[in-house]
């Protein structure tokens, strides 16, 4: 009897299931994240509902590095609305301004185009395979709400590589060797 | 227990906190402050008017005066506004088209820019229609204002300013011609 107590005390102050909980713990974290991220794509019907400024095409209103908040459960779009879409060989989604909406079909599909503020033309040079109107196919949602320069980390980090090495580096380390409360 | 991390992270967190809260309540209060917007609107001369050769849509060229007080308009939460012309009108068998034809942003600090006062001022982008029914088509007009904000939801304004008809026929001098 004693001898079993023994092994199995020597089991449980092992270095591996320490390692192992540290492990789990930080997948924990991850996947906690990428939960409320999901969660809040299933709330506003939307792919990305959280976009960052990276460009100053909308300047002054929203500057490189504001947090943008959209949704897409309404799609009734109108000129004025701030729209975020991706069309052709871009990834990075664009946020611009709606100037005109045409209908092709009685309250559904419409013929779309879009202008930064801070442009001086319309976007037709920046669509792909000779594209003049966006469809609603293209829009990933409208514009809700703003923070401002909540986001400047993401313009940083994306701008300096080797920062985003360090912190992402650094997050890791502080997590895997951060003293466990349970302990 | 006071250790130069805790410090740190005590500092980060109670300034996030409070400047939650202050945006918050900015946004929260500024509300109170808005008037509504009015606008005056004529249209003075329709310049150019036909098919767009490469398009292949119809499209209206013209010039307008506007008169516009947006003093008010302005409430503590507004970082600026962003003032639009729209021209609404149905194709014939009831779809709505809105085409925004003139547009400005009005910023805070230049206080010259609040009061609108365009005379014989050139639409900034073509009247545009695919369906090519312009001709004859009776139009409304929109005066619309965006409000972006410091922090906070946008939100928008408008108020229907007038109406004008367009010609029955191309204007001729433009329809042959090349863009």
Known sequence: ?183 | MHSLKNRFSAICFFTLICMACLSLFNWGTAVIQRKPIDADFSLNKMSKFGVHPYLNEDFAQFKFNLQSDLTGVFDWNTYDLFAFLTVEYESNDGRKTEVTVWDDIILRKNTKQHKIDYKNMQVEYLLSDKNKELRGKTVQVYFNVDHMPVVGFTQKQRVHVGNFTLPEEYLASYSAKRY
């Open chain 1, 1 to 183: 009897m004693e001898a079993v107590k023994g092994t199995i005390s020597e089991i449980a102050g092992m270095k591996m299931r320490k390692l192992l909980l540290q492990i789990v713990s930080f997948i924990m974290i991850v996947v906690s994240a990428l939960m409320i991220w999901k969660s809040c794509m299933v709330l506003t019907f939307c792919e990305s509902p959280i976009v960052v400024v990276l460009s100053g095409s909308m300047e002054p209103s929203f500057a490189r590095g504001d947090i943008l908040f959209l949704t897409n459960f309404d799609q009734d779009y109108t000129p004025g609305d701030i729209v975020v879409y991706t069309q052709g060989s871009y990834e990075i989604p664009i946020v611009h301004r709606l100037i005109t909406v045409q209908e092709i079909e009685k309250d559904g599909e419409a013929y779309l185009l879009t202008k930064g503020d801070n442009n001086n033309v319309d976007d037709r040079g920046l669509y792909d395979n000779n594209l003049t109107y966006l469809n609603k196919k293209h829009i990933l949602g409208k514009i809700r709400a703003v923070a401002p320069y909540v986001g400047i980390l993401t313009i940083l980090l994306n701008d300096y590589p080797y920062l985003k090495y360090t912190v992402i580096g650094g997050m890791l380390i502080m997590v895997l060797v951060a003293k466990d409360p349970q302990s």
